[in-house]
């Protein structure tokens, strides 16, 4: 637990420093920010009595022996401001300190007397005589204070004690007798691919040409160009591992799998291998750090995925007996979270005596990971695993490589899902995966836009997932798919699809929000020039949102009441970049004209920030002026639901 330091209490009492800015859980769990931008820190500071305080932003990153110092203003009503910038990815440590500055206090009171020809001298000469004990700051202040004690000694006039950078060199020669220091706080700065990035997602068997046939790593690198193309940022796949075959799953989700069927690349673990194989038709080790190499060649970042658990042929059953639980009569339970069953695969036992070795095993299986390369692992279902193992198994691989970056692939009860957030998951899944309706999507927007959630805990909007075809995609049509995709991508500054989203794959399990002979159970193969596709529209929007920093933070969101309920309107603004982007986007199929109001929207940075006057379509590259206030465009959904519109003076 952290403590306050408490310091040679003053006449006046200790200080208070409250309300601290930002902080998680009164600074038990990290604060999010991004390497090389500005921290704010903001506290209350105060205590009885007038004299005059001083404050500052103490930090450090963890493992450096030496705190960084940073100057803190006051602003009005007693509530200090400072900042600090993170210079290299990882954990922080800040807090902030507060003491009296006793020469600005004595300089204070020596300016309220009145100036009506009573002596002075004697309260002169206690200011003089702190002089006299400065000693702790620069050669240069050295040099003022002697300087202004010598003249006020040879003139005895009290002038020489108030100029003014007399008391600047005092501020920082003080001895601080009632220094105080705050509990500290914590804080991770990461790489900015964790504020945004578009995310792509694929099973690397389904990749090839040939139908039936299991595609190869050579295969996934041919498809590159295509994802590339579309302007994604990072390649997610699904498990590369060998793949069990006792209790293997069938097509559609059969108990029973038939002669040829793959099985689910969820369950782990086979002769050939466990977590740390690969599955051999799709290669070798070799060959996928070829994908990776060619990845990154295309400006694609790869994540895998890291599911903990094995089928019943994975090593570690006959290795490690110790780490799995026997029922009464010898079997296993198999994984399940309620409605779902996984009847192929069994969970490690956390609780087991030698959970320690399991932790240990499961670390260096992403370790190992990082070794070949990835630095980005999309984590299956986390919440039906000890949280404290996770807080655990991230730090320890982020105290080896802090550019490694977790996604909590967790559908599950909101606290469930802050919780991984604050105990070290970089970007989490997200409800908007069903959130349809305008008020839904400002309500929910709204809650993780704000404090503190917007401190801790980072969306990942997908679209679908291959677990999830949600009802509104059903009917295929394309205006939704591109309505869908237009929401992810502007409202959250990291998305994904699911691939076959931008053929807009739209068969459902009947009744259900699954897709039809999902590839979770079979190969597919698919013709990515399908007529219809939407690829152009993704790689439009992935352009647009590379070309305006606004579109690549979360939190800078404000809605906007345009009148029409079918169509929801944001801004969204990047203060340091001047860039500044309204939006509007259907809900629903009709064509319409909207009003968007847009009067009290400033551009530019500091002095030059001037309402705006008018907007420049960022699609068809129009600009259309502003008049009382506002615009009123037309939305036609069948060609393009969203109008995204740049702000300008
Ligand atoms: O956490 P979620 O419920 O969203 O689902 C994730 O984990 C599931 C288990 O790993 C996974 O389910 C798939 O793999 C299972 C094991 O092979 C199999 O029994 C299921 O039928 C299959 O859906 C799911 O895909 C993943 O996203």
Known sequence: MNKTLRPVESAHGTFHITDVYPSVDGGRFPVKRIVGEPVEVWADIYRAGHDVISAALVWRREGDSEWQVAPMTAHSDDRWGGAFVPDRPGRYAFAIEAWTDE??????????????????????????????????????????????????????????????????????????RDLMRSQLYALTADRPRVRSGAWYQMFPRSQGKTPGMHATFNDCIARLPDIAAMG?????????HPIGRQHRKGRNNATTAQAG??????????????????????????????????????????????????????????????????RPDGSMRTAEHPPQRWEDVVNPDFGSEDAGALWRALRDVVLFWVEQGVRIFR????????????????REVRDRDADVLFLAEAFARPKLMKGLAKLGFTQSYSYFTWRTQRFELEQYLGELASYPERDFFRP????????????????????????????????SSSYGIYSGFELLEHTPVPGREEY???????????????????????????????GNPALQQFANLRFIS???????????????????????????????????????????????????SAVEDLVTGERHALEWGGIRLRIDPARDPALLLRCVA
């Open 379 to 394: 984590v299956d279902n986390p919440h039906t695993k000890p949280l404290a193992f996770w807080e655990w198994l991230i």
């Open 232 to 240: 994604f940022d990072v390649v997610l796949l699904a498990p590369i």
């Open 103 to 176: 020469f600005a206090s004595w300089r204070h009171r020596f300016e309220q007397k009145p100036r009506d020809g009573s002596d002075h001298t004697l309260d002169a000469l206690e200011g003089a005589g702190m002089l006299t004990q400065a000693q702790a700051g620069s050669p240069a202040a050295a040099a003022v204070i002697i300087r202004q004690c010598e003249i006020f000694l040879q003139t005895g006039e009290p002038g020489a004690l108030l100029a003014p950078e007399l008391r600047e060199a005092m501020a920082g020669s003080q001895f601080r």
């Open 460 to 491: 990942n909007f997908f679209v679908n997932t291959p677990d999830v075809l949600p009802f509104h995609l059903q009917s295929g049509e394309s205006w939704m798919f591109k309505s869908r995709l237009a929401l992810a991508a502007t409202l």
């Open 562 to 612: 345009v009148d029409d309920g079918g169509v929801i309107g944001f801004i969204k603004e990047a203060v340091d970049q001047g860039n500044v982007i309204a939006a509007a986007i259907a809900l629903s199929a009709e064509l319409r004209e909207v009003w968007l109001p847009l009067g009290d929207v400033m551009v530019g940075r500091g002095d030059a920030r001037r309402p705006v």
């Open 261 to 326: 069927d793959p099985g689910s690349p969820y369950a782990i673990g086979a002769a050939e291998g466990g977590h740390d194989a690969v599955h051999p038709e799709l290669g070798t080790l070799d060959d996928f750090r070829a994908f990776v190499a060619a990845s990154q060649a295309y400006g694609l970042e790869v994540a895998l995925d890291f599911a903990v658990q094995c089928s019943p042929d994975h090593p570690w059953l006959t290795e490690h007996p110790e780490w799995f639980k026997r």
């Open 516 to 546: 039809l002979n999902s590839e979770k159970y079979e190969i597919r193969v698919r013709n990515w020039e399908q007529p219809g596709n939407i690829k152009p529209y993704i790689a439009a929007l992935n352009r647009i949102r590379r």
